[in-house]
């Protein structure tokens, strides 16, 4: 008793005849790939490591009567999630903000490390009654100059 032959035996010989013709083309695919996917990584990684080598810090000094409400403390974390934002191009490693509690001859202060890029957002108040200092030596940020006409200020 012989069966007759199936339709699908035709379409897996079809198949497996393109698939033998196109896999040269497939192995080529693969290889570029895989070294787009290298380059992505390793630029990725010196993206990282620059913004991680620049990055500013701030001294966040409160007064005798800080005391925030609930409200104040959104606000602030709020304000430090924008710091990703505002160092675009900076991977979400390279971008994180970190906050440090030390204590100082029983004194504790806070400092908020960021991004370069991000400058601007970690100086601004977040709280009423807090002061922000910028750390000697650390990057400013410069204000714009445009010269006027003959080249004076």
Partial sequence: MNLPALPVDDFLAQLRDALGAAAPYLVALAVLGAAVW???TIR???LVREALADRVQVEVV??????PGEGEVGRWARQLGRVHYAADGVPARGSAVRLRYTAVEGKMRCYIEGPAAAAA???MPGFAEVEVRTQH???????VR????GGTP
């Fill in 62 to 67: 409160p007064t005798a009567t800080f005391d």
């Fill in 121 to 123: 957002v970690l100086n």
């Fill in 38 to 40: 290298a380059w992505w």
């Fill in 137 to 143: 030596g650390q990057a400013d940020i410069h204000p």
């Fill in 146 to 149: 445009f010269t006027g006409p």
């Fill in 44 to 46: 990725r990684a010196a």
